[in-house]
Structures are given as C-alpha cells and as structure tokens.
C-alpha cells in the first residue's frame, strides 16, 4: 500500500516547515521529500518520522535550501562559533563551497568538537559539513 500525505499529518513539530515537506510511504519506508532553511530542521524531520509506529526505515531527500552567499555562510558559522565554542573558533578553519562546508583544525575534547560541528549546522544553508576537526588531548 502506497499512502501519500502532507507532513503535517505526520506530526513532525515545531520549528520544522511542514508546509514544505511531502512524504510517501510504503512498505514501512516513508520517503521525505522537499526544502528546509537549516540541517537541524531536517534532522528533526528524520528523527520526528522515525519514531513513528510501523516505519522501517526513512529515506531523507529533503534539500537544506541555500539562499545566502558562501561568504555570509562562513560569517554565520564563525559567529556561531563564537557563541558556542568560544575558546575552539581560533583553531578551527571554516572553507565555504556553495552550501558545503569543509571544518579543519582540532579541539580538546570530544565535547567541543560536537559544540563547534552543532555551529555549523545552525548556519542557514548548510547543506553538507566535511568534518575534518582532529580531536587532541
């Protein structure tokens, strides 16, 4: 059986444009398809659907939409590991192709790596995150 239906009657909360997204299902694989502004908001998506009764698997197709120039992005990332990961922002380099984003250096902990990667999700249009960060204790 083949079940088309709008997001919203998947519940897949706040902060996610539901209006956005489609999603099929069949045979317990429910397909999401369509375009968020940040990563998380797609994760939420995966994670809200995976969740639910009777699903399998997910196949995650939305696209992280990008509007911003690689310029704007690699300031937001910055920024936002400003905000977050105060002391590892000097150490790690941020290089910006289109919505890609490539993370070098190294931090202290295990922790500090998720904080400084959790930074670059949150950018708007991130759409792909090449972790490079060495972690060195």
């Not at 398809?33 to 995650?60: I, K, M, P, T, Y």
Request: net charge negative.
């Amino acid at each position: 059986m083949v079940c088309a239906c709008r997001a919203v009657c998947l519940g897949l909360g706040p902060g996610i444009p539901e209006e956005r997204i489609q999603s099929t299902v069949s045979n317990g694989v429910v397909t999401l398809e369509g375009d968020v502004d940040f990563w998380s908001q797609r994760e939420d998506a995966d994670r809200a659907v995976r969740n639910l009764v009777g699903v399998g698997s997910v196949d995650n197709r939305i696209q992280i939409r990008s509007t911003k120039a690689s310029q704007e992005i690699s300031d937001a990332i910055h920024d936002a590991l400003a905000r977050h990961a105060e002391r590892e922002a000097k150490q790690i380099k941020v290089a910006v192709y289109g919505s890609k984003v490539t993370l070098t250096g190294a931090v202290h902990s295990w922790k500090e790596k998720d904080a400084v990667i959790g930074a670059a999700k949150g950018a708007v249009g991130v759409a792909e995150i090449h972790d490079q960060i060495r972690v060195e204790t």
